[in-house]
């Protein structure tokens, strides 16, 4: 048997990911370059990884940055190209973009009835068409190579629809239906050793929900902020670095039997009943 040394060590392994400059992706990256993986970081706005790639280059970490659209087949195509040439292959893919908008969030000034359809259409593609295209793009090459691993992101909404965010909360649980279908497609169609998992955060603070769950004046927990660490087991919100094992290990060997599965990352909210 592997040693967990070797089981961890992503030395010459290539990995895409979407969603790296995030809060929560810039520390899969660290993490992941850490462990020695070659890492191809897909953007919209490079001007934003500016600090992550200076960060990855002072830890001596092996990453590119392209420039690329999720929600477009053809610019996926054309920084996975940009991927091979630059590692030779793809082992793993992580799908990270996504987000909720304020346009599709209900308030009191702003009804469901009132959404608007350019913000429904933009948190629904985001979430789900951005993570079925580079599913399509990547899962090509591993379908090819008889080879590789996927991991998702979903959402503790896909458990349980939050109130207030119902295009994020369909998004998401399709996300999860999505990776469930491509789990059994790929090794089914392709190959047994195609992984497809996903991990679940619970609540995390990043830039997409600050402003639901702390007063931007105070930092004080707003209402909903407080109802959500009352119903946290653990009693906090998740740190970005809470992520870090479960990632490791979906990705890594010692996950080889593990597919379709969506992993909670939440402090015990979905094992919590309220009372």
């Known amino acids: 048997m592997k040693t967990l040394t070797e089981l961890y060590d992503f030395t010459g392994r290539s990995i895409v990911v979407t969603g790296g400059t995030g809060v929560l992706g810039k520390e899969i990256v660290f993490a992941l370059s850490s462990c020695g993986a070659n890492l191809t970081i897909l953007t919209r706005d490079p001007s934003r990884a500016k600090s992550l790639m200076d960060r990855l280059k002072s830890t001596n970490g092996r990453g590119i940055l392209v420039s690329g659209d999720v929600l477009r087949k053809e ?37 469901f009835f009132q959404l608007s359809e350019e913000g429904l259409r933009f948190v629904s593609d985001l979430n789900l068409l951005g993570t079925i295209l580079p ?104 740190n970005p670095e809470d992520l870090i094992g479960a990632v490791l290990w979906l990705l890594s060997p010692a996950a080889s039997f593990v597919t379709g599965v969506v992993l909670p990352i939440d402090g015990g909210f979905s094992a919590f009943s309220g009372v």
């Not at 996975?80 to 292959?89: T, Y």
Request: with cysteine; glycine share 8%; charged share 20%.
């Open 135 to 238: 599913c399509q793009v990547v899962g090509k090459l591993m379908a090819e190579q008889k080879q590789g691993v996927i991991l998702n992101v979903s959402s503790m909404n896909a458990f349980r629809p939050l109130t207030r965010i119902p295009a994020y909360s369909a998004a998401k649980a399709a996300v999860t239906n999505f990776t469930q279908w491509l789990a059994v497609h790929m090794a089914q169609e392709y190959s047994p050793n195609i992984r497809v998992n996903a991990i679940a955060p619970g609540f995390f603070l990043t830039e997409q929900n600050h402003f639901l769950l702390k007063e931007k004046e105070t930092g004080a927990l707003t209402e909903r902020g407080r109802k959500i660490i009352e119903h946290t087991p653990l009693g906090r919100f998740g």
């Open 75 to 111: 610019s996926i195509e054309k920084a996975v190209e940009e991927a091979v040439r630059a590692f030779g292959k793809i082992d793993c893919l992580i799908n990270g973009a996504g987000g909720n908008n304020p346009k599709a969030t209900t308030n009191p000034q702003q009804s």
